[in-house]
């Protein structure tokens, strides 16, 4: 069956860096687009960026462009989220997910499969 497994999150720093991996398994990686998406604490699920199958193109929200960004090794099947600049408002709970088509939807609830999430915290 389709398996998503987030790694890579912690206590950063504000100002830190963080790389979050996510593996992919029971299904063929390169065919699909990738989001990762965000829950923090008290508020609804955030999409945060997007990248389509082949890695032609990718997108951000407003909130993280010019410090995260996205990536893929579809050899690997592994998806990336490498975080820059971090801010106490990025602390929450990072999952990645499987898009329906090789082109990304940037829409929480297009998603076809999430991971468990990893824990992302920012602070002194």
């Known amino acids: 069956q389709v398996q998503l497994v987030e790694s890579g999150g912690g206590l950063a720093q504000p100002g830190g860096s963080l790389r979050l991996p996510c593996t992919a398994s029971g299904f063929t990686f390169s065919d699909y687009a990738m989001s990762w998406s965000r829950r923090a604490p008290g508020k609804d699920v955030e999409w945060v960026s997007g990248?389509?199958?082949?890695?032609?193109?990718?997108d951000y929200a407003d909130s993280v462009k010019g410090r995260f960004a996205i990536s893929r090794d579809n050899a690997k099947n592994t998806l990336y989220l490498e975080m820059n600049n971090l801010k106490p408002e990025d602390t929450a709970v990072y999952y990645c997910a499987k898009e329906r088509t090789a082109c990304f939807s940037g829409i929480v609830g297009n998603f076809e499969c999430w991971g468990q999430g990893t824990q992302v915290t920012v602070s002194w």
């Open positions: 990248i389509y199958s082949d890695s032609t193109d990718s």
